[in-house]
């Protein structure tokens, strides 16, 4: 019984592999703009991860201008 449950979750697994070779070939870079999180709130979590020491200033301002300018 293990062998054919083993089985039957090894398709799925190997078609989404499959899937994510594909989807990277022939690309440099991928950008993804996560707009599910309000522009506002990841202002305020890259503040904290500033006041935190998590990232440095010169990183806080990079992504800041980054978001702002919506890339």
């Given amino acids: 019984m293990k062998q054919i ?3 039957g979750l ?3 697994a190997l078609l989404v592999a499959t899937a994510m070779l594909l989807t990277s070939c022939g690309s440099d870079s991928t950008t993804i703009n ?4 309000p ?3 990841e ?3 890259l ?3 500033l ?3 998590a990232i440095s200033q010169s990183e806080y301002e990079e992504q ?3 978001l702002r300018s919506g890339n």
Wanted: aromatic content about 0%.
């Fill in 51 to 53: 006041d935190v020491g």
């Fill in 47 to 49: 503040k904290r991860a």
């Fill in 43 to 45: 202002e305020a979590d």
């Fill in 39 to 41: 522009p506002a709130q």
């Fill in 64 to 66: 800041l201008s980054k």
């Fill in 10 to 12: 090894m398709a799925p």
């Fill in 5 to 7: 449950r083993a089985a």
């Fill in 34 to 37: 996560n707009r599910l999180v």
